[in-house]
């Protein structure tokens, strides 16, 4: 998620440590890349999951290094726009990654009013990234994708990206508050 659309060297140029939320935390495998983007640079991040059958799952079989958990406060059994009021209004990088049904995005996530409540949260410069599993094409006209990128483009005046992940049926969608994405 964080190589695309600048999201690295947004995150890499910060002067404070990184703060940021994870919505649809699942396993925390995001925590692996956007770790390693941030190399030896202080960071925070909250992470939000639902469903705690599959935290307890993921602990199990897929533990995180005590490194990435040392930087985690998880919120374990929260709806992400619920939780998301309790966030600072500071925030450098909100990802959303939520499922229902294994496949979409659960829809009051996807809403014009989500958005508005999601950049509320991110700093100037602040980015949002969402993971949409997808069979659309980019581009695609009357799609759910299209209608995220509308949602996300009147909320975030245009500042909006999307991308293909290659040999995937995910389209990541990234918006900025208040700055051009590279």
Do not use: M
């Amino acid at each position: 998620y964080a190589e695309c659309a600048g999201v690295s060297n947004e995150l890499s140029s910060v002067q404070d440590p990184v703060e940021f939320w994870v919505l649809g935390y699942a396993a925390g495998t995001a925590l692996h890349s956007i770790s390693a983007i941030l190399e030896n640079q202080p960071w925070h991040v909250t992470g939000v999951e639902i469903d705690g059958e599959l935290r307890d799952l993921a602990n199990r079989w897929l533990p995180l290094p005590d490194e990435l958990l040392n930087h985690l406060k998880l919120v374990d059994g929260g709806d992400a726009r619920a939780c998301l009021h309790a966030a600072p209004d500071s925030l450098d990088f909100i990802l959303l990654d939520a499922y229902t049904n294994q496949f979409e995005i659960p829809l009051h996530l996807a809403t014009v009013e989500f958005f508005q409540e999601v950049s509320s949260h991110l700093r100037q410069g602040g980015v949002f990234a969402i993971n949409l599993g997808t069979s659309e094409e980019i581009g695609s006209t009357l799609g759910f994708a299209d209608s995220v990128r509308a949602g996300l483009c009147q909320v975030f005046n245009d500042q909006v990206v999307v991308h293909k992940v290659a040999r995937s049926r995910n389209l990541v969608a990234f918006a900025r508050k208040g700055k051009p994405i590279p």
